[in-house]
């Protein structure tokens, strides 16, 4: 059931958040908020150290030493909070490898932050999502 409230906002506030509805292709100010709320939801199941589920995307040199086999051993020194990893080999050089992971909010941050510290490691970003379960 939807249920109607209203929002007092300074001018040049709202002027800005227009701006973004338009910029984001949202059909309405409810649908923007709605969003909003939600992502302030997911925040707070990260933050407070919840089930939750994201991606890593890693960018690396496969011909820097030992990197390879480092990557590896990460991902199985995390093999419960790795749902599937997917290797793409973008050039002669580079390799990007794209891992879904699920589990407590900290741990799976942990194997971020392992993997962009390995040295050879170009680019390694962690997208933070929800299992949906605290989302309506
Ligand atoms: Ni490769």
């Not at 992971?101 to 490691?121: I, P």
């Amino acid at each position: 059931m939807l249920k109607r409230f209203s929002i007092s906002l300074e001018e040049d506030l709202l002027d800005d958040f227009d701006q973004v509805i338009t910029d984001k292709k949202y059909k309405n100010r409810s649908e923007a908020i709605r969003d909003l709320i939600r992502n302030s939801f997911v925040e707070n199941e990260w933050a407070d150290d919840k089930d939750v589920m994201g991606v890593i995307t890693l960018v690396y040199d496969h011909h820097q030493p030992n990197l390879q086999e480092k990557i590896t051993e990460l991902q199985h020194n995390f093999f419960q909070q790795i749902v599937s990893t997917t290797h793409v080999h973008m050039d002669h050089h580079n390799c990007m490898e794209v891992i879904i992971v699920r589990g407590k909010a900290a741990e799976v941050s942990r194997l971020a932050d392992d993997l962009n510290s390995a040295r050879g490691v170009r680019n390694c970003r962690l997208a933070m999502s929800s299992t949906g379960k605290h989302l309506h």
